[in-house]
């Protein structure tokens, strides 16, 4: 999504990187890892033998398993009422399930035949200038009473693309956006066939883009009853090939930058969207509105959490040049974006939320995001339904900030800043680790950590320090917790870098394309007898490759 020679210069500078980072401190040579579908069946993983071990930085002790390898970007795992863990890859439209106490998978739906265009990324820029929308099949739910009458999967994907039998990038001219459509559906769960079958459609024509579709998808309740959660992205606008197309972010009656909530059962309305949509949702109008708050950027993260007997919905999302945000959604909010970005502190005063070179795209930044004057007055005129973020991430300075615009305006080079590009969320409420109740974790894809923060006793404020575990994962896009909050559960892309890639991209990446657990051991085990293997081994070996390698991680850094 950005011109040749941009690419050609991050392309240098990832070489020059590359040379400069130091090898992995140590390997530990391991016993096998099980492969996929040939894990001993009779060991539970609190049997196996533990394979390596991690130290958090309050000297908790984990096991590592790699429990599937080779995926195609997974971007969901979900932990299921059967105790299975439900997996989406993002690039083959494939959704499996998987036993976390054997690794064995099983593909039960393969999606691939409804997505109404080709594998443009696979394809190579020779061949095509298309791009591919940013996700592909993304968010899986799974209804919690599978086992109980209501066998329900839930899933996002994009499934069309407007350019399709356009020549070039198929993308509208003038930099005005590249359109596609997301579907979102519920299958049933057949068990006796293994397989995801009969297909029903609660909305399909949710726009979709090439960049920040966001994808996530929850059930959680309100006021005791179910229902889905959708948190879906700005789709760009304003930025790269979309710079010029409206950002509809602050307008409620379009979906973009949104979290959206559906029924998880058609509601009994007629029309075959209103069935979908709650009957109370908070912009109801002559037709149903799935909007249940504004103002969102890239809500990558959805998580729900009782605690101190209130159940609230979580979220994070990423921030442009500064400022991914934790935010509690609540109902009918606005969260601001484009027109404050974190809190309302004036660092993006005379800026925007983005910025290009593109001469074609009028304003002083090149974007359809508008200038932002002042974030406090901007702040002020969204009135009493403005809600700022539990946290930010990274608030650079205005200084900082102007210097990275104009730089960017003059050259097209985006320029580095530190960031996080949270890619999940989840909230861990169990006892079963010392002082981990009530913390939210959030997976990076920027530093490729797993970041825990303590919650206050009433789950409305961060109370505790950053603290960094799994360094070195790879790009974390999702989390799973198994309910007795022993086990983690990480998705690691497949792909290196994301659009701007940060020095810790360019690293080696560990557990790319997996499916990692991590078990916390209450008695930490005694020191590995296992020789180290020499720092050239560890430079050859990628886990997902052979996965009787594994690094060794050292105390949190
Ligand atoms: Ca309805
Ligand atoms: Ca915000
Ligand atoms: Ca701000």
Known sequence: ??????????????????????SPVSVVAQGPVPRVGQGPASLDSTQRPSRTTTIGPRGEHFAVRVLASHLSDPWSVVYGPDRYLWITEEKTYRVSRLDPSTGRRQVVLD?????HFPRYDSIGEEQTEKPWPEGGLMGLAVHPGLLKGKPWVYLVYIYKFQGVDSLGSGCSLHHRGCYFTTKLVRYTWDSGRGQLVDPVILCDTIP?????????LLIAPVDGREYLFYGIGDLGAGQFDNAGRPNHAQQKDYYEGKILRFNTEPDGDSGLFDRWIPNDNPFNGPCQNAVWSYGHRNPEGLAYAVIDGVGRLYSTEHGPYSDDEINIIEKGKNYGHPLVIGYADGNYDGL??????????????HTSYPTIISERANR??????????LKTFYPNSNAFLKKLFVYNRATGDEGHWPSEAPGSLAVDTSDAIP?????????????????RLKLSAHGVHIVGDTLTYFPRTGRIRDIAISPDGLHLYLAVDSSAFTSVPSRAELRQEVYRGCIVEFTYLPIPPPTSSIPAASAQEARR????????LIFHFGTSS
């Open 208 to 216: 979709g883009s090439s960049d920040n579709n966001a994808g996530r």
């Open 111 to 115: 999606l691939a035949g409804d997505r």
């Open 352 to 365: 925007a939320a983005s910025v290009t070179n593109y001469k074609d795209v009028p304003g002083r930044w």
């Open 380 to 389: 002020k005129l969204l009135g009493a339904d403005y809600r700022d973020p």
């Open 1 to 22: 999504m950005r011109p040749l020679t941009a690419v050609l210069t991050l392309f240098i500078r990832s070489i020059l990187f590359l040379a400069l980072v130091p």
């Open 435 to 451: 002082g981990w109740k009530n913390s939210l974790l959030m997976p990076s894809l920027k530093t490729h950590r797993l970041i």
């Open 541 to 548: 070996a990628r886990p997902c490759d052979n996965p009787n």
